[in-house]
């Protein structure tokens, strides 16, 4: 018995609660325009007013708004006094039915814990603006004004912009992550084919000299350009002298010295074996520099 009395209290105060909430809100619906046109945004206003105490809320963009579809919806923040609370939104709605007068009522929902109780508004209607007044069944082939033209007439190529804009962005993306990923090993590559290039233009040339030419300036010159370029030392404005204080250089000294004495003491030619000492070495110091440039 004393559980029965306890239950029916409970019962009877939610009874009051819902009912004087129910009693205490009110809520408004209503078109903004007398017409709506098929496929084009009507905007219908939702109003509230209720108490404080009470978590109402209006239907959002994943509700259900048949049989009309929602467009878009503007929200306005709600401002509360000391006893209510209000809230207004606009939400634009389209309609592809055909019928001449439409009506429509919006629901709020009042949150009670995990579940929800439904205030609906007032029903509105909304007559519907037809743009096609007479619209006939069918209409006969022969009375229809078409004139019979076959002449070919050429049409300007429409160009896809926005096709190019993405397909831009996507290249841009991969070269962008290829850079990122592979950017050091390609480097390397090129590196390495710029250098063997180069070395094998100069091993030609130096042949050439070595074997049918007695111009020693020319090849010390020729010698001299390349190590600069392989070696990034100045091999260009150095002296015999500063040279052979390079520690790869100390191995070639004597064909060095020999080299400056036949060209400002006009000394007879030097041995072919002997001038090959700066080939010998310049493709050991070419093979270092390879082997640099791989595993930097």
Request: negative net charge; charged residues 20%; hydrophobic residues 40%.
């Amino acid at each position: 018995m004393f559980r029965k009395i306890i239950f029916g209290s409970l019962l009877l105060l939610f009874t009051y609660n819902y009912t004087y909430s129910q009693e205490n809100i009110t809520l408004r619906g209503y078109f903004l325009e007398d017409s709506i046109k098929i496929g084009i945004g009507s905007p219908y206003v939702l109003t509230a007013k209720y108490p404080i105490a009470v978590d109402l809320i209006f239907p959002d963009s994943l509700y259900d708004f048949s049989p009309y579809e929602l467009d878009e919806k503007l929200y306005y923040p709600t401002k509360s006094d000391a006893t209510f609370s209000y809230d207004s939104a606009v939400y634009y709605l389209t309609s592809f039915e055909i019928d001449s007068i439409q009506y429509y009522q919006m629901p709020s929902f009042i949150l009670k814990g995990k579940d929800s109780i439904v205030v609906t508004a007032q029903r509105d209607s909304i007559f519907l603006k037809q743009l096609v007044t007479d619209i006939p069944d069918s209409v006969a082939v022969e009375a229809m004004p078409l004139i019979e033209n076959t002449t070919y007439k050429k049409v300007d190529f429409a160009f896809n912009y926005p096709y190019l804009i993405i397909g831009l962005v996507i290249l841009f993306i991969i070269l962008a992550v290829t850079f990122v990923f592979f950017g050091k090993p390609i480097r390397k590559w090129f590196a390495l084919r710029k250098m063997n290039k180069a070395h094998g233009v100069y091993l030609d040339e130096l042949e050439k000299i070595i074997t049918s030419d007695n111009n020693y300036e020319h090849l010390i010159t020729l010698w001299r350009n390349y190590h600069a370029q392989l070696e990034g030392e100045p091999y260009t404005s150095y002296t015999t002298k500063e040279l052979l204080k390079l520690a790869p250089v100390k191995s070639i000294e004597t064909v060095l010295r020999n080299i400056d004495k036949a060209i400002y003491g006009k000394a007879t030619t030097l041995p072919i074996s002997e001038l090959y000492q700066l080939k010998n070495f310049s493709q050991e110091r070419f093979e270092e520099k390879i082997k640099e440039v791989q595993n930097g």
